[in-house]
């Protein structure tokens, strides 16, 4: 009989729900916005480069496209969103355990939406916090992969590009410290005072 790919142990199902929970804790979620963040830093040094070269041309009036690299700043601001995302999840799970037992995420969290999540979280924004997440989840649902919305874009964005990375790393920095718990298995909170990564410093 080929075993699970899931569980190859051999584990029982209660010992696989147990496992879910712990893997579920807030501390992996923020190792996980770790990960992404660190991914958003590199890419956003990338498209800052060509956004710098590219106004080298234009002063220099040769303005050549071909010559530059493909613009990654949708991309780099998706995996900021997609980090802010997985803090957002963190700290509903950290109030909320009961969202991740039995094996399964509460579909609650089912969500991109980082409004929502950050509502769900009781994690307040001001009104510059809000645009950037409101433009960080249109760059994970769309702008991250396709060239155009479904359509017309209606808003009104008064907030520089440039702007948004900062806004994102200030409520990375403000909530990452705050989502260091493991719940183990058989209850309790086991807190961790590091960070499983350093994150990257530079917005």
């Not at 041309?57 to 998706?78: E, G």
Request: hydrophobic share 40%; proline share 5%.
């Amino acid at each position: 009989m080929t075993k699970s790919i899931d569980n190859p142990c051999g584990f029982t199902d209660e010992e696989m729900n147990q496992l879910f929970r712990v893997k579920a804790s807030p501390l992996f979620w923020r190792q996980k916005a770790e990960e992404l963040k660190y991914a958003s830093d590199i890419l956003l040094r990338y498209a800052n480069d060509r956004s710098d070269a590219m106004m080298k041309q234009i002063n220099k009036k040769k303005v050549d496209l071909a010559k530059l690299p493909p613009s990654v700043y949708a991309q780099a601001f998706a995996l900021l969103g997609f980090s802010l995302e997985c803090l957002f999840k963190a700290t509903i799970i950290r109030d909320n355990p009961d969202l991740t037992t039995n094996g399964k995420l509460s579909k609650l969290l089912w969500s991109h939406d980082l409004i929502k999540l950050a509502a769900l979280a009781k994690i307040p924004l001001n009104a510059d916090e809000q645009y950037a997440c409101e433009r960080l989840t249109d760059d994970m649902l769309k702008d991250f992969r396709y060239p155009i919305n479904k359509e017309k874009e209606t808003k009104s964005k008064n907030i520089q590009i440039t702007s948004i990375p900062v806004l994102g790393a200030i409520l990375y920095y403000r909530i990452h410290p705050t989502v260091n718990q493991i719940h183990p298995a058989k209850g309790g909170v086991v807190t961790y005072e590091k960070a499983t990564a350093k994150p990257s410093s530079k917005w």
